[in-house]
């Protein structure tokens, strides 16, 4: 990802997360962008990129959160890590497929974090069986738009 291309999709990540959940949620139910952005970026560029925009994004969650500081960042950073080292065994080039791996993907985040909650505050974290499923089901819908959105631009085709 180019220089000037990354923090323009990093701070995309953390407004669109932000003003969707705030005002544009339906029936109380917003996509996670920043878990299909993590998912995107660490299946194109690779484990490094995807741990660290999902560091990152996962620590601006856990900030909005009023749980357990660092669930956020902690499960977004594994799963940069997890679908950057796993992209050369995945296809996510049709939208059928990125919508199979945004689910597992989203799927996983939930019990995980959840897990996370149960070791550090003695309760699993439950997000409820809307969020769930309904909220997985949406990050699906969204997840062939956000990866068109994050797709390489094509070269200049200037030769040398």
């Known amino acids: 990802m180019s220089v000037l291309r990354a923090p323009v999709v990093f701070l995309a990540g953390l407004f669109l997360e932000w003003f969707w959940s705030t005002y544009l949620s339906f029936f109380g139910l917003a996509p996670a962008f920043t878990l299909i952005l993590t998912v995107a970026v660490a299946s194109r560029e690779g484990p490094v990129a995807g741990q660290i925009y999902g560091f990152l994004w996962g620590l601006f969650l856990d900030v909005l959160s009023t749980h357990v500081f660092g669930a956020g960042a902690l499960a977004l950073t594994l799963t940069g890590y997890s679908v950057g080292n796993l992209r050369r065994q995945m296809d996510v080039s ?52 956000i990866f068109a959105l994050l797709r390489r631009p094509p070269s200049s085709g200037m030769s040398r």
């Open 94 to 145: 049709s939208p059928l497929s990125q919508f199979m791996v945004v689910g597992t993907v989203s799927l996983g985040f939930h019990v995980f974090t959840g897990l996370t909650g149960l070791v550090f505050e003695r309760q699993f974290l439950w997000v409820g069986w809307k969020v769930f499923l309904l909220g997985t089901i949406y990050n699906c819908m969204l997840a062939p738009v």
